[in-house]
């Protein structure tokens, strides 16, 4: 992360204002100057965008092993009351070939690297795709389930959201503004397996 933009955030009070992208060197420096900084980071009230996929494809390519995982360090700014998204700003281009914009890899990959795997983490991961996001978008009036807000949302195959991190689970609908993008029925097999036999 860029200390410079930290301290120019601070100086000027608009650190919820500000969100710092990647910041993959943060997750490697030592832990002594990452845990000052933190210190600073919190009072500052910045907030942070990772992109799990690409910074996993591009960061410690030249390390021999171990290797660093390129993330930025996602529980400890979350523990350091720092609001933290997970995105991906790469669709099928030089920086990341195979981005997609499908935002639950993102979401699979991000928790994986981020060791953000405790089952209480879990149950709230899907907060680093949404909330987190409108939070840094300063969106919060139009997004969400209440009613009067957009209906735009998915359509996930499961049961909760355990279940589909789990599961990886499909998206069965899109909807924006209330009207279907595409929609599909749930995907079956045509032999059911028993596997208590």
Excluded at 1 to 7: G, P, S, T
Excluded at 48 to 70: M, V, W
Aim: aromatic share 10%.
């Amino acid at each position: 992360m860029n200390m410079v933009l930290n301290a120019l955030v601070m100086k000027k009070d608009y650190g919820k204002y500000t969100t710092a992208s990647h910041t993959c060197s943060f997750g490697s420096v030592e832990n002594s100057y990452a845990n000052k900084m933190l210190g600073l980071i919190r009072e500052s009230q910045i907030n942070f965008i990772s992109c799990p996929t690409e910074n996993a494809h591009l960061q410690g390519r030249g390390d021999t092993y171990p290797k660093r995982r390129g993330l930025t360090r996602v529980k400890e700014l979350l523990n350091n009351g720092n609001n933290v998204a997970f995105a991906q700003d790469s669709i099928a281009d030089y920086w990341y070939p195979l981005g997609n914009g499908n935002m639950m890899n993102i979401l699979d990959n991000g928790i994986h690297l981020a060791h953000y795997t405790h089952i209480n983490e879990i149950n709230k991961a899907f907060d680093l795709i949404t909330y987190h996001g409108a939070n840094i978008m300063r969106v919060n009036d139009e997004y969400g389930i209440e009613a009067g807000k957009p209906a735009n949302f998915i359509v996930l195959d499961a049961q909760g959201a355990y279940e589909a991190i789990r599961e990886r689970a499909e998206v069965l609908a899109s909807i924006r503004n209330g009207e279907y993008l595409f929609k599909r029925e749930p995907r079956k097999n045509e032999i059911e397996i028993d596997f208590f036999k």
